[in-house]
């Protein structure tokens, strides 16, 4: 079709969302883009960004340092966990050390996540020292259910220049104690350098405003020369508040788009039934869709609940694998090969509803090969769940019934799949045949064991509501009360109102 006529879209910008006038020819890369920013609520593409991968607390906290040391003008840091000795007092003094010589510092920290920090005054010294630190939903009288509603968020800007946006925190917990034979976490991480850095600063700057009238008036250094260096990707970062669910618009869109692999790592896997369904619909569909989780977890009942949601997806075929090691807390996401999010969001309704997280979205193999080899490594190291062998001769039985054009066209599924995973692994074409764990284990293990350690945990609190009714009773009470409370303080507000609204109206009257 040659003709050319114009029609009216809404092209989303960073900003604001205007019609434009554009000819039917649009590009796809153009669509993408705006479909992207419209999902998550404004997010720009950005272009010509130097993209570092950085893996576990080995890599992160000596660059992390490194940036801080290198800053001339400002210092940004938005950050959940807090710990008030070792590393995290390691940064501090480095940060003390900057605001003597003159580089501001600007600081937000979560309340709960830091709790210890808080209560010991931590961040007193720098305050002392002219930091402008700020806290993160400070729990109050009138908190109520917001409470819940935390700062996920880890990030650090050096002289609006240079980023870096990670799942770890500012915490020895990542480093492992190798006295104790504790292993260092598993987490990834990011080095940002490029326009994609000022993206990050709006994101910092859009909590401080929620928190702060200060005025924030810092002009970022200008960025060096990356024409030589720059990863030709798109990045996006996605920065999400409570009840925006813009992550998970934008996991649900992207996992409908792949074609050949979705490989997930989330540390606390708790998706809703919908997110669910579309990796079982995914991976009936001859895409690769694999879940590294932890097999020991820092918070265990998040670990029981996961394995309850195995046993579909393991028998639509999707891969599930638990990490040997001591905590793996990583949130990633590589689709394709070509598309990647790293960040704060796990996958669960505390962190796409309630929480405010931070990710960045890649696009371009350059950019996600490190992730995809980093998660290939992974799973090296992992126990693969599986079905036990009675339940795959029954679930082959059941393919085995479909008709022949049912049949057909599953194959033909599956041969593309594979067509498509050896095209892109390559030299990895051993491990999908071979599957190259660590080890296995049965699901009906997994399984028995996570129901019936939630069964022993609701057995016992049932025994102590039963004898001791006052262990419900009482919180119960509060709760009541505190609820009784507010609402009685706001009506008394609002009656307020409308006592000073008629005065207004009267006082209008006589004048």
Request: charged fraction near 25%.
């Amino acid at each position: 079709m040659n003709k050319n006529y114009s029609k009216q879209i809404r092209v989303c910008t960073m900003d604001k969302v205007k019609t434009n006038e554009v000819s039917e020819g649009i590009s796809i890369d153009k669509i993408l883009e705006t479909s992207i920013c419209r999902i998550t609520g404004g997010s720009k593409s950005t272009k010509n960004n130097k993209i570092t991968y950085l893996k576990d607390a080995v890599e992160n906290f000596p660059v992390w340092l490194e940036g801080i040391n290198s800053a001339e003008k400002f210092i940004c840091i938005e950050m959940y966990i807090w710990e008030p000795k070792n590393y995290g007092q390691k940064v501090r003094d480095l940060l003390i050390k900057k605001l003597k010589q003159g580089v501001n510092v600007y600081l937000i920290y979560d309340w709960f996540g830091s709790l210890s920090a808080h209560i010991k005054g931590f961040f007193n010294p720098l305050r002392e020292n002219g930091a402008r630190v700020f806290t993160f939903n400070k729990l109050n009288v009138f908190s109520g259910m917001g409470v819940l509603s935390r700062n996920h968020r880890k990030s650090i800007i050096i002289d609006g220049r240079k980023a870096y946006v990670s799942g770890l925190c500012m915490s020895s917990d990542w480093e492992g104690d190798p006295k104790k034979g504790i292993p260092a976490w598993r987490d990834s991480g990011l080095e940002l350098e490029g326009p994609i850095v000022l993206e990050v600063l709006e994101a910092f700057k859009g909590t401080l405003s929620d928190l702060s009238e200060v005025a924030f008036d810092e002009k970022p250094l200008p960025m060096r020369d990356l024409s030589q260096e720059a990863s030709l990707s798109n990045a996006w970062v996605i920065a999400t508040s409570r009840l925006t669910a813009n992550m998970i618009r934008l996991d649900l869109m992207a996992i409908t788009f792949a074609q050949s692999s979705v490989w997930i790592t989330d540390a606390y896997f708790m998706p809703t039934k919908m997110y669910l369904q579309l990796l079982i619909n995914a991976a009936k569909d001859g895409v690769d869709v694999r879940i590294l989780v932890p097999r020991s977890s820092d918070i265990p009942w998040i670990a029981s609940v996961s394995r309850t949601q195995y046993r579909d997806l393991l028998e639509a075929g999707v891969r599930i694998f638990e990490w040997n090691g001591s905590m793996i807390h990583s949130k990633t996401l590589v689709l394709d090969g070509k598309w990647a999010r790293v960040g704060s969001t796990n996958l669960n309704i505390s962190s796409w509803f309630a929480n405010s997280e931070l990710d960045i979205m890649l696009e371009g193999e350059e950019a996600v090969l490190p992730l995809a080899m980093a998660y290939l490594d992974d799973i090296k190291h992992s126990t693969e769940i599986v079905l036990s062998e009675d339940r795959k001769a029954q679930l082959a039985n059941e393919r085995e019934k479909l008709t022949p054009v049912e049949r057909s066209r599953f194959t033909n599924m599956q041969s593309k799949a594979l067509v498509r995973q050896m095209a892109y692994l390559g030299k990895s074409i051993d491990e999908i045949f071979r599957g190259s764990t660590e080890d296995q284990d049965v699901l009906d293990k997994a399984e028995f064991y996570s129901y019936l350690g939630i069964s022993i945990v609701l057995l016992v609190l049932t025994i102590l509501f039963f004898k001791f009714t006052d262990l419900i009773a009482y919180p119960i009470i509060f709760t009541s009360f505190v609820t009784t409370f507010l609402t009685g303080y706001r009506s008394f507000q609002a009656f307020r109102l409308i006592k000073n609204e008629k005065s207004d109206r009267r006082k209008g009257k006589m004048g």
